[in-house]
Structure formats: C-alpha cells, structure tokens
C-alpha cells in the first residue's frame, strides 16, 4: 500500500469533465479536498493580464496564448497549491497542460515530496465541442483544439475517458485508484 494521495492532478482540454469530476470527487473522498485549478489563476488575475500578450489570450479560433509574465504567475500559483497540499489539505488541480510534458514537470518540480495521482481526463473532441458549445462560456474552439494537445509527452497514473462515461463514474474510479495509493513519479 502507497502513501496517503496529497494531490490530484486532473489534466484535460477544456469541457473535457474535470470540474464535474472534480466536485463528485469532493463528495466521495475522505476528508475536506480543496478543488484549485486553471480557472481559478485566470479569475484571480488583474484585468490588465487578460487579454494581454505579458497574460494570457484566447484567440477567435480557440487558442491560448500565454505571456512571460502569466507564465511567473502561474509558477508561483503551483507552488502556492503545492503548500496547500504540504499544510495538510489535500487538493485536487484542474489543470489543462497547454505546454503538455513541460507543463507537467513545472507541476512535478512544484509537488516534488508529495503524493501525487497524475489522472488524464480525455473526450472525443466532437463531443468536448458540443460541450463547449451547450456551455456558452468559453472561446468556441477551445474544446477541439486542447483535446489532444494538453496530453502529448504526459505521463498518467490512470486516464479516464468522459466521451461514453459520466463524471460521477470516472471519479468513483479516480477515488478507488487514490484509496489503494496506486501511484507513481513520472519521469521528469
């Protein structure tokens, strides 16, 4: 038996499930987990970061563009959740990999010690637009463009595919995987 899980990461485009998943999660683990992710960073930041080319931008077509400055933010952002986790509260990262393996090891030198469950989420990019669509809160285009993107060059635990399964069944397999401690370090 592994250690204790500290940390969920859940890595997918965007209307993939990771925030439903992520909330069925909350209710099925032990314990108070905390859900912070990417949406979380981009609320947080000042008007003059969104849309800017020093922040991030969403482009017509669906992509993301992020700037050297974000790109601080955002490191000291998963250093912040990683003490989170370190102070005893473990956390649950929606997280969508832009930089796909290079983002994963920023995440991987920020939770270094930690017990970390690294779940890949993935949707039929057809079916992730229509998602995004029915949304009606993000870029159209997003969904399509990030679906196979943020995943190149990651390394999962466990990858869940929400296209035929819904949230609620792909966390009671994310929650069965963190109880029995079955993870690992992926290579950096």
């Not at 190149?152 to 397999?173: E, I, S």
Request: proline share 3%; net charge negative; charged share 15%.
């Amino acid at each position: 038996m592994g250690m204790s899980v500290q940390v969920i990461v859940l890595n997918g485009g965007s209307s993939a499930g990771k925030s439903s998943i992520a909330r069925h999660l909350q209710a099925l683990l032990p314990g108070v987990w905390l859900t912070l992710g990417t949406d979380t960073l981009v609320a947080a930041l000042p008007a003059s970061l969104r849309e800017s080319g020093d922040g991030i931008t969403f482009a017509a077509d669906g992509t993301v563009a992020t700037g050297e400055v974000f790109r601080r933010v955002d490191t000291a952002w998963s250093l912040g959740v990683a003490k989170i986790a370190r102070a005893g509260v473990p956390v649950i990262v929606d997280e969508v990999f832009l930089g796909g393996a290079a983002s994963q090891a920023r995440w991987q030198a920020a939770l270094a010690g930690l017990t970390v469950l690294w779940v890949g989420v993935q949707c039929d990019p057809e079916v992730a637009a229509a998602r995004e669509a029915a949304r009606g809160d993000r870029v159209t285009g997003m969904a399509r463009t990030q679906a196979a993107l943020v995943h190149r060059g990651v390394q999962y635990d466990l990858t869940v595919d929400t296209t035929g399964r819904d949230a609620l069944t792909c966390a009671h397999l994310i929650a069965a995987q963190a109880s029995a401690g079955a993870v690992s370090d992926p290579p950096v």
